[in-house]
């Protein structure tokens, strides 16, 4: 691997933003345009070279196809003799949904906000039918201004007829739907499904199908129902239900509807919920998310941060401390994370005289009348003089 300062292909080496088992991922400065990047390096040989430097190809194919806000922009794809095969992205400063999972610091409104913009990027996917199949927290970046971007295409697969060959499993096994376990094609609703365990995870905590091997986490999902943390509400548990269930024609037609579902599950407060109704009602390709605001937490008697989450649109919580319907959260939590949407503008008011006009609509008809009796006097008073000296005149007899 480069050490810091070197180049790979045109891009200089600043600082690495974290490493695994099979590569690298650094950030880098992009010297022709002027702007940062984040590269990721794969360590691999042979075959596997091959293999990683197609599946970058391709997710380099697919962002330039779909180019949609929540979704990693793809800017480049090379092979460094001295690295291996590498991919030039955009730089998203912020974290993993997964961290944010770790440490517990999105209020409800804020989990609700990820996701909504999360099934952006996976409905853009869908229309042009492709089918990511690896949906999950690690795949979802979370930017500080508050921008949800999906990323990791590599294994996307597209909906076109393809001849049947034999592959190995792609994607994650805790967030594969059962169908794909069996060999089953990908598919929207295998995406919905993997859409639905994230949901899960992120308003629980937890895993619906927990397991401390890989194969004890496929066999739970092949063979037994999702676990539903103990407390969570009814209505919340037949949503999470239908969502995971094993057939793929019981689950949601659309992402929509189960996400509208798990919204309104929810006891929200009326305020949370009419912004959450807006958030959905926006364009995909709408500017709608503001900066996150982070908020200190409230120091307790005993010196510790209380178990609570703050900031302006904080939700009710129980009298047992924790989400309505969910079980209760740990002991302590850090600092909230909030996304604070843009209140709708009020209507512009119309000019003060359209206004009088609109509250009286005879105002300007009256002037019009009063010129009317004017003109009716002055002809007809002429007349009328003239018929009354004219009767004068006539013979008595013929009066």
Same mark, same amino acid.
């Given at each position: ?170 994607? *994650?096994? +805790?967030?594969? @739907?059962? $169908? =794909? %376990?069996? #060999?089953?094609? /990908?598919? &929207?609703?295998?995406?919905?499904? *993997?859409? +639905?365990?994230? @949901?899960? $995870? =992120? %308003?629980? #905590?937890?895993? /619906?199908? &927990? ?189």
């Amino acid at each position: 691997m480069p050490e810091l300062n070197n180049t790979i292909g045109r891009y200089v080496i600043d600082r690495t933003l974290g490493q695994g088992a099979m590569g690298v991922v650094y950030l880098a400065e992009d010297p022709l345009l002027k702007r940062r990047v984040a590269i990721k390096v794969v360590r691999a040989t042979g075959e596997e070279r091959d293999h990683a430097l197609s599946r970058f190809r391709r997710e380099a194919e697919i962002s330039a196809q779909l180019d949609h806000p929540n979704i990693v922009t793809i800017f480049d794809v090379g092979d460094e003799p001295e690295v291996g095969p590498f991919i030039a992205m955009e730089y998203v400063e912020g974290n993993n949904l997964a961290f944010f999972i770790k440490e517990a610091t999105l209020d409800l409104e804020t989990r609700f906000s990820v996701l909504i913009q999360t099934m952006r990027a996976l409905r853009a996917a869908h229309r042009h039918a492709i089918v990511h199949r690896d949906v999950k927290p690690e795949n979802i970046l979370v930017a500080e201004t508050g921008r949800v971007k999906l990323m990791d295409f590599g294994i996307a697969k597209t909906m076109a007829p393809q001849s049947r060959a034999l592959e190995e499993f792609l994607g *994650s096994p +805790a967030y594969s @739907a059962p $169908e =794909l %376990l069996r #060999g089953s094609d /990908p598919t &929207p609703a295998s995406d919905r499904y *993997s859409f +639905a365990v994230t @949901a899960f $995870e =992120l %308003l629980t #905590g937890q895993l /619906p199908h &927990p397991g401390v091997t890989v194969s004890a986490v496929v066999t739970h999902v092949l063979m037994e129902a999702p676990v539903m943390p103990q407390g969570m509400s009814g209505d919340l548990a037949k949503v999470f239900r239908q969502a995971l269930a094993q057939d793929p024609d019981e689950r949601p037609g659309t992402l929509m509807d189960f996400l509208t579902a798990l919204v309104d599950a929810f006891p929200l407060e009326p305020r949370a919920h009419g912004r959450l109704n807006e958030l959905f009602r926006h364009d995909d390709y709408s500017g709608d998310i503001t900066p996150i605001r982070r908020t200190r937490p409230r120091i307790g008697p005993s010196g510790r941060p209380e178990p609570h989450l703050e900031g302006r649109f904080s939700e009710p919580r129980s009298a047992g401390g924790g989400t309505p319907g969910l079980p209760p959260p740990p002991h302590t939590l850090p600092p909230a994370v909030k996304i604070e949407l843009e209140p709708t503008p009020a209507p512009l008011r119309p000019p003060a005289h359209e206004r009088r006009a609109r509250k009286d609509p005879d105002t300007f008809r009256t002037p019009m009348k009063l010129l009317g009796w004017i003109i009716a006097i002055l002809v007809l008073g002429p007349v009328c003089w003239w018929v009354v000296h004219l009767f004068q005149d006539l013979p008595p007899g013929m009066r």
